[in-house]
């Protein structure tokens, strides 16, 4: 965490701050013991055993939407009451997932790359656009909302694939059961899933072949949600046209099968980040704290 979201922290706990990528299974000795509320994010998660070395543990907050590695079943039988930070910074996601929808689209970094060295546009290849294509969300919540009203704004038709039809959507967006027939639908497919067991390699060989060679693929959910085989497989073969990750498959380290293809755009996990998102997470963590404390509903409850 930066130093002023901890400064922030600071003025509401007495802040233990113990930042890891990896778990620790054998806990935080002493602090470990006097820990109440804990604050974590999606990817980092929170297992059963080091919830065994937090006895007082009673609050646990994902700082982000995603939450795939919470152990909410040990955190229920604990009585644990567990949010996320669910929507915060849906914005600032969608707005990165665009971006990267347009650069793998119309080429952005190899056209930006040939103009550097005086390369002129005869030379290159001429790109599809972007307005009033087919756009496919799979995983239609905040984010998902977020993206198909950038996509209205480019006169986009509107498909989704959701664990439910949702009744609150414009008449017009249309509803898929299933992952494959929606790609076999789109033009653009864009995954703003969250990570864990249900969704893992969700987009598959068999869905990027529906998606086909004329399709682009988005992913702002998690990596594991795509068979990184699968597309680098894909994206080689023709059998997509592109593809533009801001999540992949064994962050942090880069996605090895990716790096050389030029019809791939990356961004290493970027797109949840910035002042405005930053700061609208942390707040959604104090005033879901703030909540419990007060016994009042919670914003985001798991």
Not at 174 to 197: H, I, K, M, R, S
Not at 252 to 262: H, K, M, V, Y
Request: one cysteine or more.
């Amino acid at each position: 965490m930066h130093p002023e979201q901890l400064s922030e922290l600071q003025t509401r706990f007495d802040v233990i701050y113990h930042p890891s990528h990896h778990p620790v299974p054998q806990g935080w000795g002493a602090d470990g013991e006097r820990a109440r509320f804990v604050l974590t994010n999606g990817g980092r998660g929170l297992n059963a055993a080091e919830l065994a070395h937090l006895p007082n543990a009673e609050f646990v907050s994902a700082l982000g939407a995603g939450y795939e590695n919470l152990d909410l079943p040990a955190m229920r039988a604990r009585n644990i009451v567990a949010v996320n930070g669910a929507g915060a910074n849906a914005p600032t996601v969608a707005d990165q997932g665009f971006a990267l929808l347009l650069a793998v689209v119309r080429r952005i970094p190899e056209y930006d790359l040939a103009c550097r060295k005086g390369v002129w546009r005869d030379a290159l290849p001429m790109q599809p656009g972007v307005s009033g294509r087919k756009l496919g969300i799979v995983g239609l919540g905040a984010v998902g909302r977020e993206f198909a009203k950038r996509g209205e704004g480019f006169d986009m038709q509107i498909g989704y694939r959701n664990r439910n039809r949702r009744n609150d959507l414009p008449a017009h967006y249309q509803y898929f059961d299933n992952v494959p027939a929606l790609a076999e639908w789109a033009d653009y497919l864009v995954v703003t899933a969250p990570g864990g067991a249900e969704s893992f390699h969700l987009v598959n060989a068999d869905v990027l072949r529906a998606l086909g060679k004329h399709g682009f693929l988005v992913n702002l959910g998690r990596g594991s949600i795509v068979d990184t085989a699968a597309l680098a497989e894909a994206l080689r073969n023709g059998t997509i046209a592109g593809a533009g990750l801001d999540v992949y498959e064994g962050e942090p380290s880069p996605p090895a099968a990716l790096i050389d293809l030029q019809n791939v755009v990356l961004s290493p996990h970027v797109a949840g980040r910035s002042p405005e998102a930053e700061a609208a997470t942390l707040a959604m963590f104090l005033e879901n704290a703030r909540r419990y404390q007060a016994n009042e509903p919670l914003l985001t409850p798991l």
